[in-house]
């Protein structure tokens, strides 16, 4: 048997494969060693692995740079319609392999050399890793884009278990250095905090302000071996030369220096919460820095782009709509609608009315969540305090928005106070997400049922009043990075039967369904997933000291830790296989690897003591002899892009089992299906879309819908009920409950049971019976590797929909007003 190709001689393959690519290799090799050689100074000539990563990376941003440099011209001369796509978080994980596919070079460099140290970790989960992926799609499609966020200094912690407790620790990513970025002082921007306001004839003024300045530093964005780059822009906060020190408080010179880092704190540390709203002021002071500084480069660049002439040629706001179009990435960046409203009123005289449309034109707004405790609604008190002159134009928008509601709806007072941006109550607070309805002229979901519940539930009023604002864009993943960098074995399979441009048109993965029954590709497909599973084997038992069976099912759950999510639901599954193992340990049990990573908010009680019981669980399970390898439990320390890129390739089981209404969308998910394993799930978020592209009967869904959910919510849940009907549940919670799995501490868990037997917002007991049955059905489906493999076929072939460049193609022909193009720029070396 011939040995099977390394991901390096496949990634050679695949980018020969009629490809230009590397016309250079001579070249680039003597780049390399140029950047090497500088690198290793005087007093030291053994190059360490960092020299090398450092060498490759600056040559490969040397070839990246003649085509950012031209991309960005050529914008200036053709004057496209620009997208900004603002966002305080970008998951973008490591850069140098995602821009050697981009730009055809892989084939010239041997990656286990050149493994990059750090992950740019600049977000939580899913929004920041969606924004990266827009960010590669829009290149790809040659959108004329920016993504605009803050250069964190620590991106979100990094995990250690100790003990089998989550350990934060900071993550120091810029300690060695990025080669991918580029500072821009020139560009550098104030912006202005607290100060009062004086209202004149001539206008309003802002005035007795703390200036930060914003400092920016450009990341180069590479489309798909099209040789175009865009700009990824993430703004640092600096504090002025004379912060603190106008104030000659005397002898305060050495304080006022130290102060510095007041101001500097605006850019330290990503707030590490998923899907929940934490109102601290250093939060909103985030918020409206990337807000005001991004303004302000895009009516700079507004003003003075036009062919041909650097003079400032542009005054007409009219125009901005027909030039500009913002992305708001959820209501993070609200504040660029009062902002924007600031400054065409105040700075640049227009009346409101004509600002007011300018504005709503412009920006677009994108919703990600229904929880309730997700939702920003800042306090009153604290706006008033750090942004006076938002407050009074907030508070303007509200007054001319409730008069077009009660014109609309006469003596509905009720309908006033909910569609109110001001919150009433209590204390005062602004509904974020009500001022990003109001401000934008698109409003959309992330899934279909996402986008439906929207209308139905939280912004009903709003959908009422205005119907046409409300869309739907189901989210996508980027194929280059989720599929030919992660899993280079499965993009060569697929490329030898239909060619290789399904990288760039996903839905050409449909091509795959003829070969529905063809022994050889069936055979190919197992082949590289068992490949990967032996891979990733080596990883796991590097870093677990667990052996792990390679033949069994590798049942992954990986996403952030929350209730919603329900990984004690996938707990409950653990337990009741193992006692089934236990009870009839003759039986041909299917054997399985059940492995569940993500982090937890560090301020989330319930969420740390779920990763409590996952790794007591894994003591118990992987240490009885009776079980053997039939049954493994691992938890993933660390969950991050890096870590997703080996386990998701390597997956056969991917858990998608979110109360039905409550996970808006999921990426994981598409990344999973995409990678060849099939999906455990609830009809919820884009699984609904999933199972109706690849045919529900080709994945396992289970559960409540939404309807049921809703009717259970109707009638109450009573999680007694279950617990007293359903033995095999009772067993394990009592197991839970009387520290079966926490001998030392036998009620160690007592809070989670209490949860779960009495405010369980999420019925974690209702589904538990048929997620048992579906289990069950996964089982036997895995003992018959030719159908399990025919279903995974059924599953890539329907995973055309969920590329982020069909995403990012209707976004952009249905709110940006721009058409996407496949259409190459010259490279710079051509000569013309």
Known sequence: MSKPLSDHDRKKQISVRGLAGVENVA??????????????????????????????????RDHLMGRWIRTQQHYYEKDPKRVYYISLEFYMGRTLQNTMVNLA??????????????????????????????????????????????????????????????????????????????????????????????????????????????????????????????????????????????????GGYIQAVLDRNLAENISRVLYPNDNFFEGKELRLKQEYFVVSATL????????????????????????????????????????????????????????????????????????????????????????????????EIVYEINRRHLERVAAKYPGDHDRLRRMSLIEEGGQKRI????????????????????????????????????????????????????????????????????????????????????????????????????ENKLKFSVHLEDHYKVKINPNSMFDIQVKRIHEYKRQLLNCLHIITYYNRIKREPNKQWTPRTVMIGGKAAPGYHTAKMIIRLITAIGEVVNNDPVVGDRLKVIFLENYRVTLAEKAIPAADLSE??????????????????????????????????????????????????????????????????????LPELKQAIDQIAGGFFSPKQPDLFKEIINMLMHHDRFKVFADYEDYIKSQEKVNALYKNPKEWTKKVIYNIAGCGKFSSDRTIAQYAREIWGMEPTLEKLAAPDDKH
Request: charged letters at 25%.
């Open 27 to 60: 070249d680039l090799k003597q780049n390399f060693n140029r950047h090497l050689h500088f690198t290793l100074v005087k007093d030291r000539n053994v190059a360490t692995k960092r020299d090398y990563y450092f060498a490759l990376a600056h040559t490969v």
């Open 105 to 250: 070079l892989e084939n010239a460099c041997d990656e286990a050399t050149y493994q990059e140290t750090a992950d740019a970790g600049l977000g939580n989960g899913g929004l920041g890793r969606l924004a990266a992926c827009f960010l590669d799609s829009m290149a790809s499609l040659g959108l004329a884009a920016y993504g605009y966020g803050i250069r964190y200094e620590f991106g979100i912690f990094n995990q250690k278990i100790v003990n089998g407790w989550q350990v934060e620790e900071a993550d120091d990513w810029l300690r060695y250095g990025n080669p991918w970025e580029k500072a821009r002082p020139e560009y550098m921007r104030p912006v202005h905090f607290y100060g009062r306001t004086e209202h004149h004839p001539d206008g309003v003024k802002w005035v007795d302000t703390q200036v930060v300045l914003a400092l920016p530093y450009d990341t180069p964005i590479p489309g798909y071996r099209n040789n175009i780059v865009n700009t990824m822009r993430l703004w640092s906060a600096k504090a002025p030369c004379e912060f603190n020190l106008k104030d000659f408080n005397v």
């Open 296 to 391: 302000q480069d895009i009516i700079r660049r507004f003003k003075v782009s036009k062919f041909g002439s650097r003079d400032i040629v542009r005054t007409d706001f009219n125009k901005l709509p027909e030039k500009v179009a913002i992305q708001l990435n959820d209501t993070h960046p609200a504040m660029a609608i009062p902002e924007l409203m600031r400054v065409l009123v105040d700075e640049e005289s227009l009346p409101w009315e004509m600002a007011w449309d300018i504005c709503v034109r412009t920006c677009a707004y994108t919703n990600h969540t229904v929880l309730p405790e997700a939702l920003e609604r800042w306090p009153v008190d604290l706006f008033a305090h750090l942004l006076p002159r938002h407050l």
């Open 431 to 530: 509904n974020m997400a009500h001022l990003c309805i109001v401000g934008a002229h698109a409003v959309n979901g992330v899934a279909q049922i996402h986008s439906d519940i929207l209308k139905a539930t939280i912004f009903k009023d709003f959908y009422e009043m205005e119907p046409h604002k409300f869309q739907n864009k189901t989210n996508g993943i980027t194929p280059r990075r989720w599929l030919v960098m992660c899993n280079p074995g499965l993009a060569e399979v697929i490329a030898e039967r239909i060619g290789e441009e399904y990288i760039r048109d996903l839905d050409q993965l449909k091509g795959l369904l003829k070969y529905i029954n063809d022994d050889a590709f069936i055979r190919d497909i197992a082949k590289v997933k068992q």
């Open 656 to 725: 998608q089992i979110s109360t039905a209404g409550t996970e808006a969308s999921g990426t994981g998910n598409m990344k999973f299906m995409l990678n060849g394993a099939l999906t455990i799930g609830t009809m919820d978020g884009a699984n609904v879309e999933m199972a109706e592209e690849a045919g529900e009967d080709n994945l396992f869904i289970f559960g409540m819908r939404v309807d049921d959910v809703d009717a259970m919510d109707k009638r109450g849940y009573h999680a007694q009920e279950y617990y007293n009907r």
